[in-house]
């Protein structure tokens, strides 16, 4: 299983950008999935869930800003984001709870991508 994300840049303050992250390989199913963000000098924090029935959850800093769904066909989550500050920019991770046939689910991460806010 590989997740691969996009979408991350360069935008300045107020703007809006739109991550995607796509699961392919061998998968049964995906349970919750979710969004982290790390600034530098700063660990990797949840920025957002979204569980298999499309129950959402937010950290306190993005609530009202960044809004997470998913295409269960497409096995992709999204992560829109608006009203980008300048405290938002980091590298987001995207992860996954996958589920392949046999044995137990297991944590999936993407590769990360960047995103910059600028004054």
């Known amino acids: 299983v590989q997740l691969q994300a996009s979408g991350g840049g360069l935008v300045q303050a107020g703007g809006s950008l739109r991550l995607s992250c796509a699961a392919s390989g061998i998968i049964f199913r995906i349970n919750a999935m979710n969004w982290y963000r790390q600034a530098p000098g700063k660990q990797r924090e949840l920025v957002a869930t979204?569980?298999?029935?499309?129950?959402?959850n937010y950290a306190d800093s993005v609530k009202g800003r960044f809004t997470i769904s998913r295409d269960n066909a497409k096995k992709t989550v999204y992560l829109q984001m608006n009203s980008l500050k300048l405290e938002d920019t980091a590298v987001y991770y995207c992860n996954m709870d996958i589920f392949s046939g046999w044995g137990s689910s297991r944590e999936y991460w993407g590769q990360g991508t960047q995103v910059t806010v600028s004054s």
């Open positions: 979204i569980t298999s029935g499309g129950s959402t």
